[in-house]
């Protein structure tokens, strides 16, 4: 499964996965109907060098709604990650559901970021093709789970 960028360049779909030793392989890519290896329970943990980057990358939660997906082979088959929910969590520990999804800031003088995505969890409705032997995707949706501050 792949996906594009805003300026159209096709990728790996954002799903990072864990590698042989539980850190986040950024360059794993989704596999349509396959499970991620259940003694990871899909999670990993994500080594950030540069948070200033991460923050414009990986922690904002626009580089996961940006990104559309293409149902066939045609450019007009393009289609877009709908959002689903969005939760954010205050520095409280309170978490509320937002409207809305915005993006992730950085600020240099603290060496924070505010508003960075902690978890993604996509849905992916398809559909078994005339053939019987294919499927084609009909929508995914993403759902955000934000924290207010690092």
Avoid: W
């Avoid at 096709?10 to 950024?26: A, E, S, T």
């Avoid at 709604?65 to 959002?83: D, G, H, L």
């Avoid at 508003?115 to 499927?135: C, I, M």
């Amino acid at each position: 499964m792949f996906s594009a960028d805003s300026d159209g360049f096709v990728r790996n779909f954002i799903l990072p996965q864990p590698d042989l030793y539980g850190f986040c392989d950024n360059m794993k890519s989704a596999e349509f109907l396959r499970g991620v290896d259940p003694d990871s329970k899909g999670s990993c943990v994500q080594q950030i060098s540069d948070l200033e980057t991460a923050s414009e990358t990986i922690l904002n939660p626009l580089f996961y709604e940006r990104a559309y997906f293409t149902a066939a082979s045609t450019a007009s088959a393009k289609k877009t990650i709908q959002t689903g929910f969005v939760f954010i969590e205050q520095p409280d520990g309170r978490v509320e559901q937002q409207s809305s999804l915005s993006a992730a800031t950085y600020n240099s003088n603290t060496c924070s970021v505010e508003n960075y995505v902690r978890e993604v969890l996509y849905r992916v409705f398809y559909q078994v093709a005339e053939d019987g032997g294919h499927y084609i995707i009909d929508n995914i949706s993403a759902d955000f789970y934000l924290v207010k501050e690092l």
